[in-house]
């Protein structure tokens, strides 16, 4: 357990259960969230291979029975407004963010050839639901021209590209009295 000031203790980190063990994994920064309060945080997400130049990567903040506490009002057009996103390659150039068809999902348009190890950076700044969560996931992903994946599972793990983890903290638990 990590200790952040005398009062907030962040603890333990474990591999959700949806995301490969050979896949990328980091944290967000700040690595935690208040649950139902608003933040801004950045994740990172270290491709877990070569990404292709014109290639268009998805991001999915939430969605599906295993990803379910949701970001508030994500949007990619108005930068002074709650729930803004941009993102960033390793050079901090932006990244052209459009929405995913899904709640919770934003298509990524990679301009240069990106190899494995690279990181593409994601802002955001948004409410979190009121739910505490330990190990709550991000993940970027390939999609697939059939249709964006509600859930992650053994049979489309190889459209995955990179995950980021966050504890969202606080809820009910948060005030309980020892």
């Known amino acids: 357990m990590t200790i952040l000031s005398d009062t907030l203790h962040i603890p333990g980190w474990t591999r959700p259960l949806r995301i490969p063990a050979a ?69 901090g150039q932006p990244l052209i963010l459009q929405p995913g068809g899904r709640p919770g999902t934003f298509l990524v348009t990679v301009p240069h050839a990106l190899a494995t190890g690279e990181t593409i950076t994601v802002s955001l700044r948004a409410r979190v639901d009121p739910v505490r969560l330990l190990n709550k996931f991000c993940v970027l992903y390939r999609p697939t021209p059939q249709a964006l994946p509600p859930t992650w599972t053994e049979a489309n793990a190889d459209q995955l590209l990179a995950a980021c983890t966050m504890h969202v903290l606080g809820g009910a638990l948060h005030h309980l009295q020892r």
């Open 23 to 91: 896949l990328p994994l980091s944290h967000a920064d700040p690595p935690i969230a208040i649950a139902g309060e608003v933040g801004a945080w950045r994740l990172p997400f270290a491709l877990g291979a070569p990404v292709a130049a014109g290639e268009v990567l998805a991001v999915q903040f939430f969605g599906g029975r295993n990803n379910r506490i949701t970001f508030h009002t994500l949007q990619c057009e108005h930068p002074d407004e709650s729930g803004y996103l941009a993102a960033t390659d390793p050079d």
